[in-house]
């Protein structure tokens, strides 16, 4: 593994079904966000967790769960999707949030919910 | 409220210099990033400013004034390959990163 790994890459989900995206990282960094990215929008953040043991919710978070148990892991996990929750999704990390550090991204997971 | 404004969609031509701007009104600021951003693919990190002036790196430059709220991403002697959508991000209070929407940024021979 180098950098951060996401998967599926891609997935198509009926409503109400159960999904964990996951998301993975060896650069032992304590931040780990979950994004997500629609057409026309700029990347709006859904979870974050600043080190292992923590999460915190961004600026969507409704119908989204995350744990992290572990600096590497950071899954996230739709309840019960819904359509809108179709959508592009990065998880991305950074060695802390202090000012200047820059957030590395997996290459993403399509999904989308029939 | 938060916001970050960019263009939607830009074109230019192959050699050319092109700057995409930005604007910003956030709680709080510690720092702006620009990322580019290639169809189908993550977003990649280009430059971080957090003082005002310029801050040069090979071909591409971004500047920042922070008591405008304005920052700008200059990209000389474009080629095909920058073609990309280009992302500006705040730091807000919080150390949350705030995304524009983007811009498109098409390179025409």
């Known amino acids: 593994i180098a950098g951060i790994t996401q998967a599926p890459t891609s997935q198509i989900l009926a409503a109400g079904r159960r999904m964990t995206l996951r998301c993975t990282q060896d650069m032992r960094h304590n931040a780990m966000y979950w994004y997500r990215q629609d057409l026309g929008l700029g990347l709006r953040l859904i979870h974050y967790s600043n080190t292992a043991g923590t999460t915190g919710k961004g600026e969507v978070p409704d119908g989204y769960s995350v744990s992290r148990a572990n600096t590497d892991d950071f899954p996230l996990t739709l309840a019960s999707a819904v359509p809108s929750q179709t959508s592009v999704y990065f998880c991305?990390?950074?060695?802390?949030?202090?000012?200047?550090?820059?957030?590395?991204f997996g290459p993403g997971t399509r999904l989308t919910v029939l | 409220g938060q916001n970050i404004d960019q263009p939607t969609e830009m074109t230019a031509t192959e050699g050319a210099i092109v700057q995409i701007n930005c604007t910003y009104q956030?709680?709080?600021?510690?720092?702006l990033f620009w990322y580019q951003q290639h169809a189908g693919e993550a977003p990649t990190f280009l430059s971080y400013?957090?003082l005002d002036g310029l801050e040069e790196k090979g071909r591409f430059s971004s500047f920042l004034s922070r008591s405008k709220g304005y920052s700008y991403l200059l990209l000389k002697e474009l080629q095909m390959k920058d073609s990309a959508s280009y992302l500006c991000?705040?730091?807000?209070?919080?150390?949350?990163?705030?995304w524009g929407a983007g811009t498109k940024l098409i390179i025409k021979p």
């Open positions: 991305a990390s950074s060695d802390s949030t202090t000012p200047g550090n820059e957030q590395f």
């Open positions: 956030t709680s709080g600021f510690n720092g």
């Open positions: 400013n957090v």
């Open positions: 991000a705040v730091s807000d209070s919080n150390y949350q990163l705030i």
